[in-house]
């Protein structure tokens, strides 16, 4: 049954319209994955010798078991936000004789197949070959990788559990906040903690079995939820008693392009996905953090420029990528209206400044840092609306995606949004405000770049309007083909 699920899924990958467009992604994964790859079994092959260095008076497995709570915490957050649940369509196995266990075993066990969990054995098994080389026990070094390798599965089905129900996302992320506040004010030693709870997994054989058992639980949780959503009774919504309008009436104010940022504004506020990527943009606002604090990037005022422009770019970066991929369940709809392209472009692009104007006032307490931090910061927000803003809306134009907006299918649905294009066209966003900054700082100093900066933002604000007519004519010309992609289920 199995084979005949792969057959069946190799047949809609290769009968795709996107067939072309989508070996081309995984190829370029490919090589990503084999980069990654490689630094994950360097590491952890040098990772025993690396500790010995650093710190000579302390075993270095109990320096790792130490920090061990802080890969779990690190692994489950880019899991969260990176990990694509496993898609099958299951609407024509419904009405098969197939039964319903094998197709939920099935699901659940292609996103063991998945680098979020092959990293952990790039780099332990590494990791355990080399203890065993410096005299560390055979059995128990196996035992305790075999430990570790079942925490990074259960890890995995967790990442289902806090996907699909927000009360487990919402309880393990205030457990995160008490414990992040009890560590700050060293109300408990976490790293002692982690030592004792992880460190026995290699010196007591025995408690291989606790993993295993949290792995058999999270497993079992994932199995009856899926199991249950599997037929339409179970995805039957529940009745609204009361249903809740915004009129939204302070954006009345933009005239013509009103409608669209009110439809927006709705989309954002009902749905799950749009919420997750603005949620994600509030993170950016924190990126500035790990480089404005360390010493080390003090005298690299162009690190300190790509911070800046990620600090407040956040929402430009991961709303305004998705551009105009947000409305292709309606799209069809939509263009078939007598509403200009223009109206369309100028609510994204309001949409998008607005975003890095809120970004900017947010900052603020970057200050903290110096008045030059705040400075880069406040030229890489000018830059990002002037010239970013326009390179995410022309890159909108190439972009033809579909995203889907459902919640309720979310454990069954495609939400693809990624493609070649899209990387490509984001490139420029990273890249050109370095350039446009280095060329005068390196003549004429500091000021000279960030005048630079923010005078080629101030400049491309001037030329909104021609800007806009370029991109408006590419949206124009590649109208029926996003019409046709949108259209693809």
Known sequence: MVAKFLQLEWKQFSRSSYFAKSLGIKILMIFLFLYFSAIAVVMGGGFYYIVKDAVPEQDPLVFLSSYFIFWILADLAIRFFWQQLPVMNIKPLMI?????????????????????????????????????????????????????????????????????????????????????????????????????????????????????????????????????????????????????????NFLNRFGATAPFLKNDFRMVWRNVRPKQVLFTAVFFLFYGLFFFTQDFYADKEWVTVFAGIFVT???????????????????????????????????KWLLICSGCIIASVLSIPYIYFGTKIYAIILAGAIFNIGMNSFITLYGGALNRVPIQLNVKAKAFENTQGFNLTQFLIGLPKMLLPIIVFLIPYYFFGLKAGLIGLAGTGILGILLKNPIMKLIEKTYQKGKYKTIAAFSEK
């Open 96 to 248: 098969l004789p197939i039964q319903k266990n094998k197709v939920v075993h099935y699901l659940l066990g292609k996103s063991i197949f998945s680098f979020f969990n092959l990293y952990p054995l790039l780099f332990f098994v590494p990791l355990a070959g080399v203890l065993i080389y410096n005299s560390y026990g055979v059995l128990s070094v196996l035992v305790w990788l075999v430990s570790v390798l079942v925490i990074s599965l259960s890890l995995n089905f967790i990442n289902f559990i806090i996907n699909k129900n927000n009360t487990y996302f919402y309880s393990i992320l205030g457990l995160i906040a008490l414990a992040s506040v009890a560590n700050y004010y060293q109300l408990i030693d976490f790293n002692a903690v982690s030592a004792s709870v992880f460190y026995p997994l290699y010196a007591q054989q025995w408690t291989v079995i606790l993993p295993v058992l949290l792995l058999i639980l999270v497993y079992t949780i994932n199995y009856t939820y899926v199991f249950n959503q599997f037929s339409l009774d179970g995805v039957v919504g529940k009745k609204t008693a009361k249903v809740e309008t915004k009129e939204l």
């Open 313 to 347: 770019g956040g929402f430009l970066i991961t709303f305004g990528a998705y551009v105009p991929s947000w409305d292709s369940e309606y799209y069809k709809l939509m263009m078939s209206q007598n509403i200009p392209y223009k109206q369309y472009l100028e609510s």
